[in-house]
């Protein structure tokens, strides 16, 4: 099993930035993808961005520019710099991990609690 916490979510008002974090542990494999998804209210729950073990980041188009995504393997933590917040970013962010099983083909999903990002003034 993996547990993902998450932290650094809070209000803020538009235009200023947020940090977040996001601590793994457990089983986690060598090669797995870290990322953030968001879930505003009353919307489906849509990525952010994604990270390989690797270092290459994946962005949905919304967030390019603005938001950075990084990790630290051997902290087994993955970090969203959000910049330029604006209200539409509000939304509860959650982290995810996926282990890849490249033997089996096999990926195995984890989901951490989430942690609320609110830009308002």
């Known amino acids: 099993q993996v547990q993902l916490v998450e932290s650094g979510g809070g209000l803020v008002q538009p235009g200023g930035s947020l940090r977040l974090s996001c601590a793994a542990s457990?089983?986690?494999?060598?090669?797995?993808?870290m990322g953030w998804y968001r879930q505003a209210p009353g919307k489906e729950r849509e990525l952010v961005a994604t990270i390989t073990t690797a270092g290459s980041p994946n962005y949905a188009d919304s967030m390019k520019g603005r938001f950075t995504i990084s990790r630290d393997n051997a902290k087994r933590t993955v970090y969203l710099q959000m910049n330029s917040l604006i209200p539409e970013d509000t939304a509860v962010y959650y982290c995810n991990l996926q282990n890849v099983d490249h033997v089996r083909g096999k990926v195995y999903d984890f989901w951490g609690q989430g942690t609320q990002v609110t830009v308002s003034s």
């Open positions: 457990g089983t986690i494999f060598s090669i797995n993808t």
